[in-house]
């Protein structure tokens, strides 16, 4: 049991570091989502969603980098490259989900948000480990 716990602990500590990181990044995506739709008066959800989504994009990939996957001694323009094309593809993906959800089907844009940050989290930690913060 002791032998398990050595194994997944710093898994584990990954993992929740990536939450935290992931909760303060989402906090920022949805703040600038809200004042883009209230205070600037975007019409469409899935615009002011995309333009959002680099906000949260760059809360991500700074905590990403120093405090989740603790890589900051790998180089930064590639890491920040394939951070960049994965948050790119998923971003769209994001944007295209809400826009579907609220702009097509009429739905409220809180609730398709957070369907779309689902995708958006298992998508993102996955990529992370493996495309971009991976050890050389």
């Known amino acids: 049991m002791i032998d398990r716990l050595r194994v997944f602990g710093p898994r584990l500590a990954e993992l929740g570091r990536f939450v935290v ?4 990044a989402t906090a ?4 600038v989502l809200t004042f883009n739709l209230r205070v600037l008066g975007m019409p469409s959800a899935g615009v002011a969603n995309f333009v959002a989504a680099w906000f949260g994009i760059a809360a991500s990939f700074y905590g990403s980098r120093y405090f989740v996957f603790r890589r900051a001694d790998a180089p930064l323009g590639p890491q920040a490259l394939r951070f960049l094309a994965l948050y790119a593809s998923i971003a769209c993906l994001h944007g295209l989900l809400l826009f579907v959800w609220t702009d097509v089907f009429g739905l409220d844009y809180s609730v398709g948000f957070l369907v779309g940050t689902a995708m958006q989290m298992v998508l993102s930690y996955l990529g992370n480990k493996w495309m ?3 050890s050389s």
């Open 21 to 24: 990181n992931g909760v303060i």
């Open 28 to 31: 920022v995506h949805y703040g």
């Open 132 to 134: 971009v913060f991976r």
